[in-house]
Nanobody, 125 residues
Framework: QLQLVESGGGLVQPGGSLRLSCVAS????????VGWFRQAPGKEREGVSC????????DYADSVKGRFTISRDNAKNTVYLQMNSLKPEDTAVYYC??????????????????WGQGTQVTVSS
C-alpha cells in the first residue's frame, strides 16, 4: 500500500515562497504519476500540477504557471512543489496524490487512488 505524507506548508507573506514535499512509503514512487491538488474553504479540490513517473512530463494549472514548479527525486521517493510569488488566493490545504497512470485530464481528483493528509498553506500579510 502506497502512503503519502505532505510537509512544508505554513504562513507566508504575499510574494514569498514555500517548497512542499510529498514523501512516499510502503511502495516505490518510481512507477507513479504524482499530482498536487489544493482545496480552499468552501471550494472544490482543484488540480495544481502533475508529473509523470520519470519526471519527463509535467502539467500546471493556468493559475500557477510560471510561479510553481513540480519536480521529483525518485531516489528519495519524494515529489516537490516549489511555489514562488505566492498570492493570497493560493491559500488552501495542499494535497499530493498518486496513480500509476499519467492522465491527460490529470486535474480530476477522482482519477487518483492514493492521497496524503494535506498541508496548510496560508498567504497573508
Amino acid at each position: 500500500q502506497l502512503q503519502l505524507v505532505e510537509s512544508g506548508g505554513g504562513l507566508v507573506q504575499p510574494g514569498g515562497s514555500l517548497r512542499l514535499s510529498c514523501v512516499a512509503s510502503g511502495l516505490s514512487l518510481d512507477y507513479y504519476a504524482v499530482g498536487w491538488f489544493r482545496q480552499a474553504p468552501g471550494k472544490e479540490r482543484e488540480g495544481v500540477s502533475c508529473i509523470n513517473s520519470s519526471g519527463g512530463s509535467t502539467d500546471y494549472a493556468d493559475s500557477v504557471k510560471g510561479r510553481f514548479t513540480i519536480s521529483r527525486d525518485n531516489a528519495k521517493n519524494t515529489v516537490y512543489l516549489q511555489m514562488n510569488s505566492l498570492k493570497p488566493e493560493d491559500t488552501a490545504v495542499y494535497y499530493c496524490a498518486a496513480d500509476p497512470i499519467y492522465y491527460s485530464d490529470w486535474e480530476r481528483p477522482t482519477l487518483y487512488n492514493y492521497w496524503g493528509q494535506g498541508t496548510q498553506v496560508t498567504v497573508s500579510s
